[in-house]
């Protein structure tokens, strides 16, 4: 079974394209003109073991907002087209992320019913040129699109990049987990309904 897929969107705002493989190895080739998701985007990659490619070129001279978003997009898109029916997946997985002074705590069930509960909070509009803002609209828009119920909350911290890359990097390692084969599931979906898709 192969667990990959590619996505392409376009609109007058953005051009997006994402490929993906849940059962990759975290190679990851990330090209959206924001430099700092781009560094987000290649952690969760990294830490996941799902290889990301993407392209997006977007209305940046206008600001970071519709690149950001539809990344988001796509990505989940992709996330939810390369599991398919989820037929064997361990489906839950949470865990707490520590990054020096921060720990941030992210929990997922790959359930098809989206849900984003968001408790992170910044004390700095921007980290490089992106808006800190837009760290929820990314997990907003991926949560929605992958069909996931996600939540994401930051024990403590103070450092902003941080506080972002633990967000990122959690998500990694749950999506790791949650996605991940239960030899135990003999090719059932985990669920008493018979199906996962809302």
Request: glycine share 8%; hydrophobic share 40%; aromatic share 8%.
């Amino acid at each position: 079974m192969t667990r990959k897929a590619s996505i392409e969107r376009n609109t007058k705002e953005t051009q997006i394209t994402a490929e993906i493989d849940l059962d990759g190895s975290g190679a990851y080739d990330i090209e959206t003109g924001i430099g700092f998701l781009d560094h987000m985007l290649e952690q969760l990659a990294r830490h996941s073991l799902i290889d990301i490619k993407v392209r997006a070129k977007g209305d940046l001279h206008i600001d970071f907002h519709h690149t950001a978003e539809d990344t988001g997009i796509v990505l989940g898109q992709a996330f939810a087209k390369a599991l398919g029916d989820k037929v064997g997946i361990t489906r839950y997985a949470d865990v707490h992320l520590p990054m020096d002074e921060t720990l941030t705590r992210v929990a997922v069930d790959v359930s098809g019913r989206p849900y984003l509960i968001w408790n992170v909070t910044f004390s700095r509009p921007k980290i490089g040129e992106m808006d800190t803002e837009l760290f929820r609209e990314w997990f907003q828009a991926f949560a929605q699109n992958a069909g996931i119920t996600l939540h994401v909350a930051t024990i403590y911290g103070e450092n902003n990049h941080h506080i972002a890359e633990t967000c990122y990097k959690g998500l990694a390692r749950a999506l790791r987990q949650a996605v991940s084969l239960d030899p135990r599931q003999a090719g059932r979906v985990p669920s008493t309904k018979g199906t996962l898709t809302g």
